[in-house]
């Protein structure tokens, strides 16, 4: 009898945490406080998300090749700044 109680609050305490997270960058996009390229990079991962579970049709299998994609592209991104810190451009 607890644990479903529990359950139904921790999932009502992280989706009322996300809806204030939207409403407060509304806010702060509408006073001009937040920059948009910033907006957009957060929503890299949700567009390669979508864009994977079009194609595979399959939550699980999207959810996979998100987290792969992303991955790579950190990978990616720590050798460009090594390179870049060795040859100093």
Known sequence: MVVP????????LILSGIIGMIFAGIRSMTQGKQDFRKMIIMAIPFVIFGIAYA????????????????????VIGIAFTGLRGTFKF
């Open 5 to 12: 109680i529990s359950v139904g609050l921790a999932a009502f």
């Open 55 to 74: 194609v595979l049709g399959d939550f699980a299998k999207a959810g996979v090749i998100t987290t792969l994609a992303l991955m790579g592209v950190m």
